[in-house]
Antibody, heavy 116, light 112 residues
Framework: EVQLVESGGGLVQPGRSLKLSCVAS????????MTWIRQAPGKGLEWVAS????????YYPDSVKGRFTISRDNAKSTLYLQMNSLRSEDTATYYC?????????WGQGTLVTVSS | DVVMTQTPPSLSVAIGQSVSISCKSS???????????LNWLLQNPGQSPKRLIY???NLGSGVPDRFSGTGSEKDFTLKISRVEAEDLGVYHC?????????FGSGTKLEIK
């Protein structure tokens, strides 16, 4: 059974940093691209970042480019999202998903609240 | 960026009825590889999204065949035949042809 378990969310002040993790199981992690998607409270979904299976290439929308970094440790079957210079508009539940075009599997999400 | 226009924003239907949700894109979603990366997701209340349909019309694993997807180019439809109570929630379309991937604003389905 595919499982994705996110962690690392919490309350953080504007301008500070936070690192999210997503531990994967039930599939061969290093065979799949991975993606982060977020959802602000009561709002729609937003693609945040994707990474190739080797970690050799990464992709971001303009809204987070230069502030967020997606990475992975295939030996640990773990996906990361380093978030710097956080803003109030980054407040959201962050989901880890397998693949990058098919959205087949989702984690339960981790809530990040950016507030002073 | 590709704008995904999803309608209606909300629906209220009785159990057993059929409903359709529309998603229109501002650009063709046909990728250079010939595939169309238009997916439909369902987010039940308080839950993570789950995939229903991928590449316009392919049913996800374990998804009942009451769900079906049609469309091409810029115009797509999700149809739910014989709505059941477990179908309530927010339906999202998402295009994964053009980077950045973009989502529709969602359709909230309520059960009468």
């Amino acid at each position: 059974e595919v499982q994705l378990v996110e962690s690392g969310g919490g309350l953080v002040q504007p301008g500070r940093s936070l690192k999210l993790s997503c531990v994967a199981s039930g599939f061969t992690f290093n065979n799949y691209w991975m993606t982060w998607i977020r959802q602000a409270p009561g709002k729609g979904l937003e693609w945040v970042a994707s990474i190739t299976n080797t970690g050799g290439s990464t992709y971001y929308p303009d809204s987070v480019k230069g502030r967020f970094t997606i990475s992975r440790d295939n030996a640990k079957s773990t996906l990361y999202l380093q978030m710097n210079s956080l803003r109030s508009e980054d407040t959201a539940t962050y989901y880890c998903t397998r693949d990058w075009r098919w959205f087949a599997y989702w984690g339960q999400g981790t809530l990040v609240t950016v507030s002073s | 960026d590709v704008v995904m226009t999803q309608t209606p924003p909300s629906l209220s239907v009785a159990i057993g009825q059929s409903v359709s949700i529309s998603c229109k894109s501002s650009q063709s979603l046909v990728h250079s590889d010939g595939k169309t990366y238009l997916n439909w997701l369902l987010q039940n209340p308080g839950q993570s999204p789950k995939r229903l349909i991928y590449q316009v019309s392919n049913l996800g694993s374990g998804v009942p065949d009451r769900f079906s997807g049609t469309g091409s180019e810029k115009d797509f439809t999700l149809k739910i035949s014989r709505v059941e109570a477990e179908d309530l929630g927010v339906y999202h379309c998402v295009q994964a042809t053009h980077v950045p991937f973009t989502f529709g604003s969602g359709t909230k389905l309520e059960i009468k």
